[in-house]
């Protein structure tokens, strides 16, 4: 018994991936794949992603950010605690590549579902746990989200050591993406494992412990060493004058970071003779031991003059600048614009829908073209046919599916 | 170290054990991608000036060079130093690239060009190269040339803008550095889909990474809102992402970090918190397609309650009542955090030059092939010598080469 898999072209053409994972952080991850090529089947409870129902959306469960991470995936909707449905998936589980999930370990071992019984049914499977945390310790069994981990992982508490007042999230979920980015990395190296050993194997993705990660590689800082050889933080990232600058009439962003760049922004903004005296900004020892007062100046530069003066003129003398944008103007930016970052794309239910290609370029695998986000259990039918669940029980699952909701999701 | 008179590449165990990358890259981006590669086992060659990567002098430092920047996301790599201004230096980097799975870079593509280590050149010496461009932004647009750094796709991405939405006076950037790490940790997807490409196909592939486009993506996939709709329903930004009252709530005596999605988180937080008839009253707190429209509104009824007692009190009610909490931590209180000592992630190793230095494991877990024991980050041309052995180079030309570098 086979069943063919989509080809949509991409590196992962031919790859399927069942994704049990929910919300963001797994969703994003087989949005990634889906982008490469990956056939991805997203198995819904009978309620559907909760994201589904995040506003704004023309017709309820088809929402914004749902539509955005859901493309080119089909949906099956199965209610997992029903053996009928339970078989149904492990008649999926034998011709995956991949599961991908984000459901809490204990819950897929109350499913059935844990690493051996999928392995059971399909010895070769990858199988992806997306969790908050490592299992072997003391939150393991903690439910996590990106704000918890933002706050947990030391991320929030940053702000206040930047800048002062109050510590705060970043407002975009960060932790969710690059804790879907990460699950990426790990099932693509261990696909590329099991093209040379022949068999799966389980891994977890923990989110704290990628985002401790992450966080303490730019902030372990002099606490690196034992004894520590100097306080915690990277201090060119923590000075308060690392940031948009404000000039005569709005912001530009400027980094200057080798002595060129040094060099050639205070030439180019005539105070030359300035910079040459002061060993405080133009020795680079002296200059990394007190960025505040380094970047000060450069602030109080940029303030004498327009956005567009600074943006040309440092354009002109390859000084690393760039404009600063907010989302309505980051949708209308030129380089976007020129290279077809954004197209529209005509979705059977939802209308015209802005949809980004994925940003890499690929000399060879042609990009893959994206299919509309779907419409909850949309594929059901389909794809539990092809994997060869007999009819009578696809009907069976079919009519609990229509039934009405359960809550009020 | 292999040597065996080829150039096999270093075997270390992990998922990529046996994959060589030749990596021209520097300061954050390229060299995060290129740890995460030798946490899973590549045998990552690091090619580097004789100046050395410039994040090697970001301080404290005990010696010169070996700061805590460069120490965590350049362990388990080889350090080379090759003169790429010089005939002798690209001549000795092209053969090294004729032994490699991956080459990466994020140095500026015609940059690369002129040193004909560009994909075209190493295609030649190695067919089924695996060559990976780090850029700014994508090569077809008015930005190519470019240079950037994680502080201006912050900016150019709309992430720093996102701030004044959300009670900042003024833009900021993530005190981290975010944009090089994702956009690493991108450039190891690309390099991966591409290796298992070609276990199917045979052939290498070339591809640009873009650190703006990667960004702008991650962004908008929160924050396009009613412009995800054409004609727009609604105006851009994902409230709930937006409501100041998204934010470590202050307690009595501190903040706790609380996150209530499902029903039964709603329902249960205002139970254990004493107020179930204020809540069930008030449908813009009970009704989810109500409160959706005013996160505003329902966090700061959340923001109340939680400003009652002390901190303590409210994770272990909540985690009790099974509703996400965490304590908030800063990095002192982070690394001395009690699952992160359980779970082995912070540990303290010798470094040959450096004394004891803390490390941290690679974060997942894998069943069949765990991530590679890691060795210590390199000196400044540490294997210089070595590895040229390895791939060939005759005895006269490396000590050409050492010579001149000593010069520098």
């Given at each position: 018994?086979s069943?063919?898999?989509?080809?949509?072209?991409g590196?992962?053409d031919?790859?399927?991936?069942l994704?049990?994972?929910?919300?963001?952080?797994?969703?994003?991850?087989?949005?990634?794949?889906?982008?490469?090529?990956?056939?991805?089947?997203?198995?819904?409870?009978?309620?559907?992603?909760?994201?589904?129902?995040?506003?704004?959306?023309?017709?309820?469960?088809?929402?914004?950010?749902?539509?955005?991470?859901?493309?080119?995936?089909?949906?099956?909707?199965?209610?997992?605690?029903?053996?009928?449905?339970?078989g149904?998936?492990?008649?999926?589980c034998?011709?995956?590549?991949?599961?991908?999930?984000?459901?809490?370990?204990?819950?897929?071992?109350?499913?059935?579902?844990?690493y051996?019984?999928?392995?059971?049914?399909?010895?070769?499977?990858?199988?992806?746990?997306?969790?908050?945390?490592?299992?072997?310790?003391?939150?393991?069994?903690?439910?996590?989200?990106?704000?918890?981990?933002?706050?947990?992982?030391?991320?929030?508490?940053?702000?206040?050591?930047?800048?002062?007042?109050?510590?705060?999230?970043?407002?975009?979920?960060?932790?969710?993406?690059?804790?879907?980015?990460?699950a990426?990395?790990?099932?693509?190296?261990?696909?590329?494992?099991?093209?040379?050993s022949?068999?799966g194997?389980?891994?977890?993705?923990?989110?704290?412990?990628?985002?401790?990660e992450?966080?303490?590689?730019?902030h372990?800082?002099?606490?690196?060493?034992?004894?520590?050889?100097?306080?915690?933080?990277?201090?060119?990232?923590?000075?308060?004058y690392?940031?948009?600058?404000?000039?005569?009439?709005g912001?530009?962003?400027?980094?200057?970071y080798?002595?060129?760049?040094w060099?050639?922004?205070?030439?180019?903004a005539?105070?030359?003779?300035?910079?040459?005296?002061?060993?405080?900004?133009?020795?680079?020892?002296?200059?990394?031991?007190?960025?505040?007062?380094?970047y000060?100046?450069?602030a109080?530069?940029?303030?004498?003059?327009?956005?567009?003066?600074?943006?040309?003129?440092?354009?002109?003398?390859?000084?690393?600048?760039?404009?600063?944008?907010?989302?309505?103007?980051l949708?209308?930016?030129?380089?976007?614009?020129?290279?077809?970052f954004?197209?529209?794309?005509?979705?059977?239910?939802e209308?015209?829908?802005?949809?980004?290609?994925?940003?890499?370029?690929?000399?060879?695998?042609?990009?893959?073209?994206?299919?509309?986000?779907?419409?909850?259990?949309?594929?059901?039918?389909?794809?539990?046919r092809?994997?060869?669940?007999?009819?009578?029980?696809?009907?069976?699952?079919?009519a609990?599916?229509?039934?009405?909701?359960?809550?009020?999701? | 170290?292999?040597?065996?008179?080829?150039?096999?590449?270093?075997?270390?165990?992990?998922?990529?054990?046996?994959v060589?990358?030749?990596?021209f890259?520097s300061?954050?981006?390229?060299?995060?991608?290129?740890?995460?590669?030798?946490?899973?086992?590549?045998?990552?060659?690091?090619?580097?000036?004789?100046?050395?990567?410039?994040?090697r002098?970001?301080?404290?430092?005990?010696?010169?060079?070996?700061?805590p920047?460069?120490?965590?996301?350049?362990?388990?790599?080889?350090s080379?130093?090759?003169?790429?201004?010089?005939?002798?230096?690209?001549?000795?980097?092209?053969?090294?690239?004729?032994?490699?799975?991956?080459?990466?870079?994020?140095?500026?593509?015609?940059?690369?060009?002129?040193?004909?280590?560009?994909?075209?050149?190493?295609?030649?010496?190695?067919?089924?190269?695996?060559?990976?461009?780090?850029v700014?932004?994508?090569?077809?647009?008015?930005?190519?040339?470019?240079?950037?750094?994680?502080?201006?796709?912050?900016?150019?991405?709309?992430?720093?803008?996102?701030f004044?939405q959300?009670?900042?006076?003024?833009?900021?950037?993530?005190?981290?550095?975010?944009?090089?790490?994702?956009?690493?940790?991108?450039?190891?997807?690309?390099?991966?889909?591409?290796?298992?490409?070609r276990?199917?196909?045979?052939?290498?592939?070339?591809?640009?990474?873009?650190?703006?486009?990667?960004m702008?993506?991650?962004?908008?996939?929160?924050?396009?809102?009613?412009?995800?709709?054409?004609?727009?329903?609604?105006?851009?930004?994902?409230?709930?992402?937006?409501?100041?009252?998204?934010?470590?709530y202050?307690?009595?005596?501190?903040?706790?970090?609380?996150?209530?999605?499902?029903?039964?988180?709603?329902?249960?937080?205002?139970?254990?918190?004493?107020?179930a008839?204020?809540?069930?009253?008030?449908?813009?707190?009970?009704?989810?397609?109500?409160?959706?429209?005013?996160y505003?509104?329902?966090?700061r009824a959340?923001?109340?309650?939680?400003?009652?007692?002390?901190?303590?009190?409210?994770?272990?009610?909540?985690?009790?009542?099974?509703?996400?909490?965490?304590?908030?931590?800063?990095?002192?209180?982070?690394?001395d955090?009690?699952?992160?000592?359980?779970?082995?992630?912070?540990?303290?190793?010798?470094?040959?030059?450096?004394?004891?230095?803390?490390t941290?494991?690679?974060?997942?877990?894998?069943?069949?092939?765990?991530?590679?024991?890691?060795?210590?980050?390199?000196?400044?041309?540490?294997?210089?010598?070595?590895?040229?052995?390895?791939?060939?180079?005759?005895?006269a030309t490396?000590?050409a080469?050492?010579?001149?570098?000593?010069?520098r």
């Open positions: 018994m069943t063919p898999q989509r080809a949509r072209g590196p992962l031919g790859v399927r991936v994704d049990l994972s929910s919300v963001v952080a797994g969703p994003w991850a087989t949005h990634v794949l889906a982008g490469f090529g990956a056939d991805v089947i997203k198995v819904e409870p009978p309620d559907g992603d909760i994201m589904r129902y995040a506003p704004p959306a023309r017709h309820r469960g088809m929402g914004a950010e749902f539509v955005q991470m859901n493309g080119s995936k089909r949906s099956v909707a199965l209610d997992l605690k029903r053996d009928a449905d339970r149904a998936l492990l008649a999926l034998a011709h995956a590549d991949v599961l991908v999930h984000n459901v809490r370990p204990a819950a897929m071992r109350r499913l059935r579902l844990d051996d019984d999928v392995a059971a049914a399909n010895p070769a499977i990858v199988y992806v746990s997306i969790v908050g945390f490592d299992q072997s310790g003391p939150y393991a069994a903690r439910p996590a989200y990106d704000d918890l981990i933002q706050g947990a992982s030391g991320l929030a508490s940053l702000f206040p050591a930047a800048g002062g007042g109050e510590p705060r999230y970043v407002p975009s979920l960060i932790v969710d993406r690059i804790s879907g980015l990460s990426v990395n790990a099932i693509l190296a261990a696909l590329v494992e099991r093209g040379r022949g068999i194997q389980a891994l977890e993705v923990p989110m704290f412990e990628t985002m401790a992450l966080v303490l590689a730019d372990l800082g002099g606490h690196t060493f034992e004894p520590p050889a100097g306080p915690f933080g990277y201090s060119r990232v923590l000075t308060p690392r940031r948009p600058y404000r000039t005569s009439d912001y530009v962003c400027v980094l200057l080798n002595e060129r760049h060099e050639r922004f205070f030439t180019a005539g105070r030359f003779a300035e910079y040459a005296a002061d060993p405080k900004l133009s020795d680079d020892t002296l200059r990394r031991q007190d960025y505040d007062y380094a000060g100046l450069v109080e530069i940029l303030a004498t003059r327009t956005s567009a003066e600074w943006l040309a003129l440092l354009e002109t003398n390859d000084i690393p600048v760039m404009p600063l944008n907010d989302i309505p103007s949708v209308d930016d030129p380089q976007l614009t020129a290279t077809a954004f197209t529209t794309t005509e979705h059977p239910t209308g015209t829908l802005r949809t980004m290609r994925t940003p890499t370029r690929w000399s060879r695998s042609p990009q893959t073209t994206p299919s509309p986000a779907p419409r909850l259990g949309e594929h059901t039918a389909d794809v539990l092809a994997a060869g669940v007999d009819e009578a029980q696809i009907a069976a699952i079919l609990r599916e229509n039934a009405p909701p359960a809550r009020n999701a | 170290m292999t040597g065996e008179g080829s150039c096999a590449p270093r075997r270390r165990g992990g998922p990529l054990e046996g060589r990358v030749i990596d890259s300061v954050i981006a390229g060299p995060w991608a290129s740890h995460i590669l030798a946490d899973q086992g590549a045998d990552v060659i690091k090619i580097e000036s004789p100046q050395g990567d410039i994040i002098q970001a301080p404290p430092v005990r010696n010169a060079a070996m700061g920047v460069f120490l965590s996301a350049n362990r388990s790599k080889r080379v130093v090759l003169d790429l201004k010089t005939a002798e230096g690209c001549a000795a980097a092209l053969r090294l690239c004729a032994s490699a799975d991956v080459v990466l870079n994020n140095v500026r593509p015609a940059a690369m060009r002129r040193l004909g280590l560009d994909y075209a050149a190493i295609a030649q010496v190695k067919p089924d190269v695996v060559y990976v461009s780090l700014g932004f994508d090569q077809a647009g008015p930005y190519a040339a470019r240079p950037t750094y994680d502080d201006l796709i912050q900016g150019a991405s709309g992430l720093a803008s996102l004044t959300t009670g900042s006076d003024e833009p900021q950037y993530v005190p981290f550095q975010l944009v090089d790490r994702i956009s690493g940790i991108s450039a190891v997807n690309a390099i991966l889909a591409a290796l298992f490409q276990e199917r196909t045979g052939r290498g592939e070339a591809i640009e990474v873009p650190m703006f486009e990667t702008a993506e991650l962004v908008l996939a929160d924050h396009l809102g009613g412009e995800a709709f054409v004609p727009p329903i609604g105006p851009t930004g994902y409230q709930r992402l937006l409501t100041r009252h998204r934010r470590p202050p307690t009595s005596d501190g903040y706790v970090c609380v996150l209530l999605v499902t029903e039964a988180h709603w329902a249960r937080f205002f139970t254990l918190a004493g107020r008839a204020e809540y069930a009253a008030d449908p813009r707190l009970c009704e989810a397609p109500v409160r959706r429209l005013d505003d509104n329902a966090y959340v923001a109340e309650v939680l400003a009652t007692r002390p901190s303590a009190e409210w994770l272990a009610l909540l985690e009790a009542g099974d509703i996400p909490v965490m304590r908030l931590h800063d990095v002192m209180s982070l690394i955090d009690p699952h992160l000592a359980a779970t082995g992630f912070l540990g303290t190793e010798e470094h040959p030059s450096e004394g004891t230095i803390r941290m494991r690679a974060p997942q877990r894998w069943a069949a092939t765990p991530p590679a024991t890691h060795t210590p980050a390199p000196r400044l041309g540490e294997h210089t010598a070595d590895v040229l052995h390895e791939a060939g180079l005759d005895d490396i000590a080469i050492l010579a001149r570098n000593a010069q």
